[in-house]
């Protein structure tokens, strides 16, 4: 048994070398085999090897490789091959081929979603598709793509969604820019709004930390932006019933607290910064994306069998703790 994979591995390499699949016995490779074979494809750049790992069915009662079962290893392992071709010789070829053969599958066979497809090597039209459709994967496009390619991210910062969030991710990007020591990423999120003082200046700090002064420098004298006041649209309170909390710990420090509140329609973003400072926005669901909004509701059906008192009282103790600060 040894010796016969032994040399269908042989076979392999020698289609790999010229680059024809013909060569080797496709069909043999099953699954991590398969994941195998196809990285040692792709750094080697031998597309059409590549492709056919991609496609070809396996001899017998199962099928081959990622995009031709249902099986859920296989979506992992091509989640894990998408990822580790930004290291292979023609990255950008890769993920096209990758692309393509997802979108080709049969129904009932693997297909990844566009989302996992938001790597460094996703190509313009692709990014500007997604955000069209999707506003909310601002955050991974930035963060996944721009963070990587400078280029991109000055595309991807002209699309930028007009909500409360996009402010969130902005702020997030610039400090780990300003850690990195890059100026140009570091200006670009600038010039889009990205605040210098967020969570009492983090980025600066990482900056100077790292010993990037022209960065520092760039930030010391970045515009201030005022402090937000609550103005009279602030709600009176938060909610306290029917309504979904959740929080997420943010770069550099902080939380944000997002509160889905079904009964008025409404999100309120409560902005903890690591110094205490809190900022309060809400925007109606008529603003948000529909799918957003599905999957919240999806989340609170998730924990709640009825409308019950668990988000209610987290949102009721919410009103309480930011009762006397100036955002209730």
Request: hydrophobic share 40%.
């Amino acid at each position: 048994m040894f010796n016969k994979r032994a040399k269908k591995f042989r076979a392999l390499d020698a289609a790999i070398a010229a680059d024809d699949p013909q060569l080797a016995d496709i069909g043999y490779f099953e699954f991590r085999d398969c994941y195998e074979a196809a990285k040692r494809a792709g750094r080697q750049n031998a597309q059409k090897v590549f492709t056919s790992l991609l496609n070809t069915r396996m001899r017998g009662r199962s099928t081959s490789f990622l995009f031709d079962n249902a099986y859920a290893v296989s979506q992992n392992l091509a989640r894990k091959l998408l990822t580790e071709t930004s290291g292979f010789s023609d990255p950008d070829g890769l993920w096209d081929i990758m692309h393509k053969a997802s979108a080709n599958a049969d129904k009932d066979a693997v297909r990844l979603a566009d989302a996992d497809f938001l790597t460094p090597h996703a190509p313009l039209d692709f990014i500007g598709q997604m955000l069209e459709k999707n506003r909310s994967l601002f955050k991974s496009c930035v963060e996944n793509i721009g963070l990587a390619d400078t280029a991109k991210l000055k595309f991807i910062l002209s699309l930028a969604p007009e909500e409360a969030n996009t402010q969130i991710v902005l702020n997030g990007a610039l400090i780990k820019t300003a850690g990195t020591g890059d100026a140009e990423k570091t200006r670009l999120l600038l010039d889009a709004g990205a605040d210098a003082d967020y969570a009492d200046g983090m980025a600066l700090k990482c900056a100077v930390e790292k010993g990037h002064d022209g960065v520092a420098d760039m930030l010391r004298a970045a515009p201030r932006k005022p402090v937000a006041k609550p103005g009279p649209q602030t709600p009176a309170g938060l909610p306290l019933a029917d309504a979904l909390v959740e929080q997420e710990a943010l770069p550099g420090g902080g939380t944000l607290t997002t509160v889905f509140n079904f009964r008025t329609r409404q999100q309120h973003n409560v902005l903890t910064a690591p110094d205490g400072t809190k900022l309060m926005t809400t925007v109606g669901f008529r603003q948000i994306e529909k799918e957003v909004i599905a999957a919240a509701e999806k989340r609170y059906e998730e924990r709640n069998a009825r409308p019950a008192a668990g988000d209610g009282l987290a949102a009721k103790g919410l009103a309480k703790k930011f009762k006397g600060t100036g955002l209730t």
